[in-house]
């Protein structure tokens, strides 16, 4: 009796030769995934409009804590009002406090942060007024110390790079298994016509 399946086909089974290109594919779509979600944070929103800070003080806990991220919209300074938490520039560098008064007349804002005892000494004139914060998300500014660093960037990229990798690696997989399933099949057809 005459079959047209050649013995190296029933040892290497169709299943076994899918797996392994399908879990490289899966694994390298999740690094590259994994590495897009962790930057959308700070990514995207400053294409929406929004300035993202990492909060490195405790003077606005518990409202906004240490490592927190915060999202900053710029606001015209005379639309702020009092209870809103704002940025601005003091002494080279950015904080958050929480405003007590807004004084239109003077062009000043009187801040305060919420852990501190008392009003913050100098008030903000209104060119130091970066916006007010519309969001604050724990544990994300970790996050960006890290990604924000030169450290940080190049283990990103070589994340990024094992993702790219295990993708080729599995469409080389794949392209070897074609390859093979058509020499088969010409040998099938040449052993068919004798």
Do not use: W
Not at 32 to 57: E, M
Not at 149 to 171: D, E, H, R, W
């Amino acid at each position: 009796m005459k079959t047209n399946t050649l013995p190296s086909q029933k040892r290497s089974g169709s299943g076994g030769g899918k797996i392994l290109p399908a879990l490289f594919n899966l694994i390298g779509t999740l690094i590259l995934l994994a590495v897009i979600a962790t930057y959308l944070p700070l990514t995207l929103p400053q294409n929406l409009g929004y300035q993202v800070y990492h909060v490195v003080s405790p003077s606005m806990e518990p409202a906004i804590p240490v490592d927190s991220a915060i999202y900053v919209r710029y606001l015209p300074p005379e639309e702020i009002v009092e209870g809103d938490v704002i940025a601005f520039f003091h002494d080279n560098a950015i904080v958050t406090h929480r405003v007590v008064r807004n004084q239109t007349v003077m062009g000043e804002i009187t801040t305060k942060g919420d852990a501190n005892p008392g009003e913050d000494f100098t008030p903000v004139n209104y060119n130091n007024v970066l916006g007010r914060v519309e969001l604050s998300i724990p544990k994300i500014g970790a996050l960006m110390r890290v990604y924000t660093s030169q450290l940080g960037k190049l283990y990103a990229l070589i994340l990024a790079a094992c993702g790219v990798l295990f993708n080729l690696v599995a469409g080389r997989m794949r392209d070897r298994q074609r390859e093979k399933l058509r020499q088969r099949l010409e040998e099938q057809m040449l052993s068919g016509q004798r």
